[in-house]
């Protein structure tokens, strides 16, 4: 069974609003990460946090971790039509770096 | 970074038949992965291709049906045997680049049809 699970499995928003997205996984983990997926293509690495964080930011980007609730959030800020896509969290299982997928959350952005 | 170069990026097969999908990368790299992402779906992990030994296949996952080559660190396969309707997914290979250790990068892709 799949890791993490997201939701919203789906979120539409106007240009401008935040956008918010949450993961939460069963099993202790090394890191958390985001990736986006646009259109079923490859996916590309958005931002890692670390067990040890609690909160990362990266140009409009805000990740919080929780460990005791075993959840994540991603922060979408100022939300342009550009960041149509599928986002997906992934935690590292450990030595063989193998990551394992969230549900993913696919958000729409009208412009 | 890496530089992945998946081929082909789409195709529609016959039920029956096998393909063979192509990961490139453009600098040796330690670890890669095969991935599949069933319509509408998250990604599941197939297998680690391991460089000059047998790749390291997930529960559910089996050589005869993905079989998998990596003859050295810059290049693996995965073939698709005996294809059914089911087998329709996205297929990605990923890598994990040394000076990293930590990130995923990946391939376009190869968008998978069986009739």
């Known amino acids: 069974s799949q890791q993490g699970e997201e939701d919203p499995q789906a979120l539409s928003i106007q240009e401008g609003e935040n956008a918010t997205m949450n993961c939460s996984y069963k099993?202790?983990?090394?890191?958390l990460q985001w990736y986006r997926q646009n259109s079923g293509r490859g996916l590309v690495h958005l931002i890692l946090i670390r067990s040890n964080e609690r909160e990362k930011h990266s140009g409009r980007l805000r990740v919080t971790l929780d460990t005791s609730k075993k959840s994540s959030s991603l922060l979408i800020t100022a939300s342009r039509a550009a960041d149509t896509a599928s986002y997906f969290c992934?935690?590292?299982?450990?030595?063989?770096?193998?990551?394992?997928f969230g549900s993913g959350t696919q958000l729409t952005v009208l412009p | 970074s890496a530089v992945i170069s998946q081929k082909p990026s789409r195709d529609i097969c016959q039920r029956g038949t096998s393909l063979t999908i192509q990961c490139q990368v453009d600098?040796?790299?330690?670890?890669m992965f095969w991935y599949r992402q069933q319509p509408g779906q998250s990604l599941t992990l197939i297998a680690t291709?391991?460089?000059?030994?047998?790749?390291?296949?997930e529960s559910g996952f089996v050589i005869d049906k993905f079989p998998i080559s990596r003859p050295n660190l810059t290049f693996s396969t995965l073939t698709v045997s005996n294809m059914s309707p089911e087998d329709s997914s996205i297929y990605l290979c990923?890598?994990?680049?040394?000076?990293?250790?930590?990130?995923?990068?990946f391939g376009s892709g190869t968008q998978l049809s069986v009739l």
């Open positions: 291709a391991n460089q000059g030994s047998e790749a390291t296949y």
């Open positions: 992934a935690t590292d299982r450990g030595s063989a770096r193998q990551l394992t």
């Open positions: 099993t202790s983990i090394n890191n």
């Open positions: 600098s040796q790299v330690t670890m």
């Open positions: 990923s890598v994990i680049p040394g000076e990293t250790n930590e990130k995923l990068f």
